[in-house]
């Protein structure tokens, strides 16, 4: 039985006119209190009466969504709705202390921009005007353009990397492949870093003049409101703006609908992150009309629809129930969508067949469809056009939604009209001219598997007439085809995005903080970019935590493990070199921190993608072999006896177990006892698996590198490790020192070991050596601990005033001595205190003296507001030539980089990342107050901890 003569039942149609008469009885009361008004200036008005409501709701839409995107502008639109309510409070000509379009909802879709606030009646005409300056008096500050434009840039750029926005993107750009820049996800992350600050301005301009003016835009209001109370407000703010010309929107070439007819339309998508026992296909209709579709997705979508009765019955499918199939319709840019999407489990059936055994479903079912079925379809329908009407916010929703995505620009009846006019079309559906317009239509298909599952049967997609779609070329701007574009200079000004007088630190932060970027692997692993365009390499860092704290009860251990797995992805990479895959010479070079161990890879950007997988075997299959462990032990344990000779380091151990007593300080620094001692193989290859939580890990990304190759590789890599435990659990936690309360301090005498050494062979030696000069003159280290602030920033500036003070220390003590060196340690997140250390110190007293004189020194250069100028220049000069040095080569701004990650004082890992740029500019923002305040609390004279040798004079 064919479609038209179910329609034809007679007690379908009994039932079916009971809704839909409701439905138009509801229609003509809606119109009476719905007015559609046109002000001189060419804007349009929609009003619907509405006294049940207390509250009244107005949108302001303006047809300037992403579908007037052009390539050189997609993302801005967007931008422009962020900047909407601060550019007309800026314009705004009196003091607006409630700014009502704070509290607004404003998006941009494809057809337009909106924004909707809900406010008490006394407040409309207040309301009105300053919503009229948003839209047509725009005044953009360099702050409120540099915050959104850096935060929708790191959207965009995270989303690009993420599953969601490669997914999105590569369908819209299949489907909308004329012009996929006019989608939401066709936002090209590469055009926000190449615009400078003035060219964005200049876009933004171009759009405000182009786009948001009245013949562009409408009012749409209802609520407790009269009709004509809400035009004479309407005309006396917005209707008080001159009209303007805007630009043609922009329709369907010729070009475009033939590019649409005759495209490819079968793909599959592969991704490392997609699961391997799953397979996911979306098939998408787009020629159908809104009714037609709506219509088809409310009949097939029902539980037991004979669609999906046909789907289950195919067994291998593996699909477990009708939860796991839909069919639904979609209205967006004036278009239409019938997408079905469902989800097949691994079988003995290929991937390939079963995509074509769920499109052969997909394509019959039309035919299967049943009388109740259809019925039941257009009573939902009906009921929910119903419940549209019965409610002014959501038709005025509606409204607002069919304004926008009209482009004709021929008015031949009241939108109001056109919207009810749905009903009717529901009313004379025509089956059979759905049933032909389904089948002449050869709908997308996408395919999405895992990438080793692609691997295994690319030839059999292929052979099916699938194009394969990867990171590579997912969007549409990185793909081949738009390669003419994206070459482009895509910003449309030159201008310089700083002013002359910018400072060095804001201008260095604001050139450095556009290469970052971040995104998450599927296991919960951070990943933090820096992208260096001038680099000749890639570097590769792998954080783990844990730390020499992490195995206080057994020192040294870490370090075992993580020099272990540094050894072990040597071997790897040296594998893949002899076989030729690499072509650079990378070395690995693992350090051990307090809080963590890192590893690092250094090479060719393109030798990246071979070097993540030899990182991941080295973790996952690589083992310890006796006489390797033995090795490290060993090289452990001599590393650890040559600190504990160091006379410094004996005053530092003797520090920490004062400062930090019965804490897993104490333990690794004990410098009286030897490591491993009792470590055992069998210890070591039970313990080498913990590596294997990718809860302890962060990687750092440093160099030029593709990020969508990084991405890929990493997560079919590293990204396949599971989590073991909570992340804040693996986190190692940190000590704040104790210091004596007495304001004069603690002095210490410890007494030294001196180590000699001796070119003489051990079997030559003897017990000791032959020859000793008696001397008590040994001109030992004499040291200072300061405590630290716990404050981020303080600490910033605590560390500057550390090397200003250090240097002036160096000038003091070269007049007692020339052997006297000084050196400092700032204080850090995981050490909160600094230490100051003078060695071939002589005289303690002299020493003491001369710290206690240069502090007063310092202290008066801080007061005094000209000396204070030139101190601050020195901070920011050793800011650049000291601490920001390392940022000279990849490795260094790594472990810059990783230094804010441990201390992770915002909990994101980009922001955290980003801390050293945050210091220059704290540096560089420093008042003489905040300097002398910080001084003066911690830096006291004499130090709160003194350290001395026994044997050094006083």
């Not at 819209?172 to 870093?193: C, E, H, N, Q």
């Not at 008696?774 to 405590?787: A, G, I, R």
Request: hydrophobic share 40%; proline share 5%; aromatic share 10%.
């Amino acid at each position: 039985m064919t479609f038209r003569r179910i329609l034809r039942a007679q007690i379908y149609t009994l039932l079916f006119a009971v809704c839909v008469f409701s439905a138009l009885g509801d229609e003509a009361g809606i119109l009476r209190g719905f007015a559609e008004y046109t002000l001189q200036n060419g804007m349009q008005v929609f009003v619907l009466e509405d006294f049940a409501a207390a509250p009244i709701r107005i949108e302001y839409a303006v047809k300037a969504g992403t579908r007037e995107q052009t390539p050189k502008t997609a993302g801005f639109f967007p931008l422009y709705t962020r900047l909407f309510a601060e550019a007309g409070k800026a314009s705004y000509p009196e003091q607006a202390d409630d700014w009502i379009p704070d509290s607004a909802k404003i998006s941009c879709d494809a057809d337009a921009a909106r924004c909707v606030v809900t406010i008490a009646p006394a407040e409309i005409e207040k309301a009105l005007s300053e919503l009229a300056y948003c839209a047509f008096s725009p005044a953009f500050s360099d702050a409120n353009i540099a915050a959104q434009f850096t935060a929708l840039k790191s959207e965009v750029m995270n989303y690009s990397l993420s599953s969601a926005g490669f997914i999105n993107a590569s369908i819209d750009a299949r489907i909308y492949a004329a012009a996929p820049w006019k989608r939401d996800s066709g936002v090209y992350p590469a055009l926000f870093t190449k615009t400078p600050l003035a060219g964005v301005r200049s876009i933004l301009m171009h759009i405000a003049r182009s786009y948001y003016v009245p013949q562009n835009s409408a009012l749409f209001i209802s609520g407790g409101i009269r009709k004509e109370a809400a035009l004479k407000a309407a005309e006396k703010t917005f209707g008080a703006w001159p009209g303007s010309a805007a630009l043609p929107s922009q329709t369907k070439t010729a070009s475009e609908t033939a590019a649409h007819k005759t495209q490819k339309r079968k793909f599959v998508i592969s991704d490392p992150l997609f699961s391997s026992d799953l397979t996911q296909i979306v098939v998408q209709y787009t020629s159908l009309s809104a009714a037609q579709a709506d219509m088809a997705a409310q009949a097939f979508n029902f539980r037991s629809s004979s669609f999906k009765s046909a789907v289950l019955s195919r067994k291998e499918l593996g699909i477990r129930s009708s939860d796991y199939i839909d069919a639904a319709s979609t209205h967006k840019n004036g278009e239409v969508r019938l997408v079905f999407q469902s989800l097949f489990e691994k079988s003995k059936t290929s991937p390939d067949k079963q995509a074509a055994a769920f499109i052969a479903c997909v394509k019959d079912a039309p035919r299967s469809l049943s009388s109740a079925e259809l019925m039941r379809a257009q009573q939902n329908l009906a009921a929910e056009y119903r419940m549209r009407f019965g409610n002014a916010a959501s038709l005025m929703n509606a409204l607002s939604e069919q304004w926008a995505s009209d482009r004709t620009g021929q008015k031949t009846e009241p939108l109001v009209s056109q919207i009810f006019g749905v009903c009717e079309d529901i009313i004379n559906f025509d089956a059979a001219a759905f049933e032909a317009d389904y089948a002449s239509e050869e709908p997308f298909v996408f395919v999405l598997v895992n990438s080793s599952v692609y691997k295994r049967f690319a030839k059999a997609f292929a052979h099916a007439g699938y194009e394969s779609v990867t990171q590579k070329n997912g969007s549409w701007y990185t793909q081949e085809l738009y390669k003419n574009i994206t070459s482009e200079n895509i910003a449309e000004e030159k201008a310089s995005a700083f002013s002359d007088d910018v400072s060095a630190a804001a201008f260095y932060r604001a050139k450095n903080r556009t290469a970052f970027s971040s995104f998450t692997l599927a296991n919960g692993i951070p990943v933090v970019c820096k992208q260096n365009a001038s680099s000749p390499s890639a570097l590769v860092m792998l954080s783990v935590s844990g730390g020499e704290l992490g195995s206080a009860s057994n020192p040294g251990f870490f370090s075992l493990l993580i020099y272990a797995l540094a050894d072990n992805i040597q071997k790897e990479i040296d594998t893949q070199r002899a076989l030729g895959t690499i072509d650079g010479t990378p070395s690995v070079r693992a350090e051990i921190g307090l809080t963590s161990g890192t590893i690092s890879v250094e090479s060719f950007a393109d030798d990246m993608s071979v070097i993540m997988p030899c990182i991941s075997r080295a973790l996952i299959y690589g083992d310890i072999r006796p006489a390797q462990a033995d090795g490290l032990v060993y090289n452990a344990r001599s590393q650890k006896r040559l600190r504990d000779g160091n006379t410094a380091h004996q005053l530092y151990s003797r520090a920490v177990a004062e400062l930090f007593p019965g804490t897993p300080y104490a333990a690794v620094f004990d410098n009286n006892s030897d490591i491993l001692e009792r470590t055992q193989y069998a210890d070591v290859l039970a313990s080498y698996p913990s590596l294997l939580d990718a809860s302890r890990y962060t990687i750092i990304i440093a160099g030029r590198f593709d990020p969508l190759i990084i991405r890929d590789a990493l997560s079919s890599s590293l990204g396949m490790l599971a989590p073991q435990t909570p992340r804040e659990k693996a986190k190692t936690a940190v000590s704040t020192p104790v210091f004596p309360s007495d304001e004069k301090g603690k002095r210490i005498s410890v007494a030294l070991r001196h180590l000699f050494l001796t070119d003489t062979p051990a079997k030559d030696a003897g017990p000791r050596p032959e020859t000793l000069v008696p001397t008590k003159d040994f001109s030992d280290p004499v040291q200072y601990w300061l405590p630290s602030p716990t404050d981020a920033r303080e600490r910033t500036v605590f560390n500057a005033l550390l090397s200003a003070l250090r240097n002036r220390l160096r000038k003091s003590a070269a007049s007692l001595s020339a052997d006297i060196a000084v050196h400092t340690d700032g204080a850090t997140h995981a050490m909160q205190a600094a230490v100051i250390t003078f060695t071939h110190a002589g005289r303690t007293d002299a020493i003491d003296k001369c710290y206690a004189e240069t502090i007063a020194a310092f202290d008066r250069e801080l007061e005094d507001d000209a000396t204070f100028t030139r101190v601050k220049a020195e901070m920011q000069n050793i800011r650049v030539l000291e601490e920001l040095s390392p940022t000279q080569t990849n490795r260094g701004t790594a472990l810059l980089m990783h230094e804010g990650l441990e201390a992770a004082e915002c909990g994101d890992a980009l922001t955290d990342a980003q801390t050293y740029l945050a210091s220059y500019e704290i540096i560089d923002d420093l008042s003489r107050e905040e300097a002398c305040a910080v001084f003066k609390a911690y830096f006291p004279a004499p130090a709160p901890l003194r350290l001395y040798s026994k044997d050094s004079k006083r």
